[in-house]
């Protein structure tokens, strides 16, 4: 089969992938050179009654959890469709933003409901590619052609809706899942149009070995990423320091900085360098991890030409001049990876304290042989075949894990005692913690939106919904009963 873009995108229950959940789904194929390929896909997926939305969210795509539950269908039954009709083999999933937000969600989803978190986006000829860093390089390198947004304070901005308004796409509803693929693929097409040797390239170096060859042999080189300044239209000039001990990833240095000033810290000393303080006045250590999975937007310095480097404000004897300092700190990649270490043990300690229940812990390993053929057993049986289903996990995610997918998906197949248990669970995840809890939050939550004067009446009305769904999935306890 030949190969074939899937553009999509997602509206969510919140921001969090380990606690939130797809709301809707929307997706189109299209051909290489961007003509689309069949019908779109617009679905939307229930919400399971031991989630609760975050408000904000709600009020910014509109899609109350009573509209799920209506016209919706479970994970279950969206993965299925998923699988046999949108992950075809040789699909390349592409959106705006996607690889840092809506793959994560998809492979937390694929993860809950006992399929391989990672398999939908490689197995088969199947890739992903992101076309936000492809929308920042072009605006940063080859902006001819194309009309470039920026903000209400007149500074440059890459907003999908703002970027269409500006170029006359079509785009009638922002942050509806459909609309927004469709608004991504006319944005798509204006590139491919108008700079198509970028959109090539960017396209081709998709791949993590393609990435990796191409840091490893190019230095220094051009590096676009949101975490670089609008000023420079997110795009400086880095330089390999280290390769990365433990993730297919290099660690790099912007040169737009003299590294003198950090060239005597400890390994300590970089680490607090390297931390990120909000309202700090003191220098941070100039160095990014580049993760070679993660799409990331890389090109040649020889592609800088003389209208970028002045749109850039790129001092090419500057470049030169670090890149030489660079190179004579002694130990230099050493202190940098202690530095690394210490971050991420501090991290790992944060996170330690703040563990995620089973839904959030994709990130824990990976699943063995033996317990990926159970998962497929589970998947493969009816509603009926689960009431009788008895699998046998290693994994303890995968145990704690089973009861909440018969309950999220097949709640009318519960004995009474699994109900009871499911009833449990609701209540201890969405009622522990008193004034802290889930549901305390939440209703603190709307209660803050409903006196901020901010809403119009359609955003009322979705407010009441929400409140209306809250005391719907109300868990009752024990002490209500009395």
């Known amino acids: ?62 899609i109350t959890p009573q509209k799920t539950l209506k016209e919706g269908i479970t994970e279950a039954d969206f993965l299925k469709i998923f699988t046999e009709k949108v992950a075809t083999p040789d699909t390349i999933f592409v959106g705006f933003n996607t690889v840092r937000f809506d793959d994560e969600f998809v492979r937390f989803l694929h993860y809950r409901n006992f399929y391989d978190p990672y398999e939908w986006q490689w197995q088969d000829g199947r890739s992903r590619w992101d076309l936000l860093d492809l929308v920042r390089m072009t605006r940063a390198l080859r902006p001819d052609g194309i009309k470039w947004p920026v903000d209400t304070e007149g500074r440059p901005t890459n907003r999908l809706e703002l970027l269409a308004a500006e170029n006359k796409l079509d785009h009638t509803s922002a942050h509806d899942a459909l609309s927004d693929v469709q608004a991504t693929i006319a944005v798509a097409k204006l590139i491919y149009d108008k700079q198509p040797k970028l959109f090539t390239f960017l396209l081709k170096l998709r791949d993590k070995n393609q990435i990796a060859k191409f840091v490893q042999g190019t230095d220094p080189f051009i590096y676009t990423s949101g975490k670089y300044p609008s000023e420079f239209e997110k795009t400086t000039i880095v330089s390999k320091l280290v390769d990365h001990p433990e993730r297919p990833a290099v660690l790099v240095y912007d040169l737009r900085h003299d590294p003198t000033p950090f060239a005597e810290l400890s390994a300590k000393g970089l680490a607090e360098a390297w931390r990120f303080k909000p309202g700090n006045d003191k220098p941070r250590l100039p160095i990014k991890t580049l993760q070679f999975n993660r799409c990331p937007a890389v090109a040649p310095l020889s592609t800088l030409d003389d209208a970028s480097q002045k749109r850039l404000r790129v001092d090419i004897e500057t470049i030169k001049s670090n890149q030489a300092k660079l190179a004579e700190i002694k130990n230099w990649p050493a202190r940098v990876l202690e530095a690394l270490k210490l971050l991420d043990t501090a991290q790992t300690k944060r996170y330690a304290k703040h563990a995620p229940d089973v839904d959030g812990q994709l990130y824990n390993g990976f699943f063995d042989s033996a317990d990926k053929r159970t998962m497929a057993t589970v998947r493969q049986s009816t509603p009926s075949a689960l009431t009788k289903l008895m699998p046998q996990f290693k994994d303890d995610r995968l145990i704690t894990l089973w009861p909440l997918y018969q309950a999220r998906n097949f709640p009318e197949t519960l004995s009474a005692d699994e109900r009871n248990s499911w009833e ?54 024990d002490d209500a009963l009395q």
């Open 424 to 477: 449990q669970h609701r209540a201890e995840k969405l009622l522990t913690g008193d004034e802290n809890s889930r549901f305390a939050i939440f209703e603190d939550q709307i209660q803050d939106l409903a006196v901020s004067g901010t809403l119009n009446d359609h955003q009322e009305k979705i407010l009441e919904a929400l409140q209306s769904y809250g005391k719907t999935i109300r868990p009752v306890t």
């Open 1 to 62: 089969m030949a190969e074939s873009f899937f553009f999509y995108d997602l509206e969510t229950s919140g921001f969090n992938p380990r606690a939130a959940r797809i709301m809707q789904f929307a997706g189109q194929r299209t051909s290489l050179d961007l003509v689309p390929m069949g019908e779109p896909v617009n679905i939307l997926i229930k919400m399971a009654e031991d989630v609760l939305p975050d408000p904000q969210a709600i009020l910014v795509t509109g």
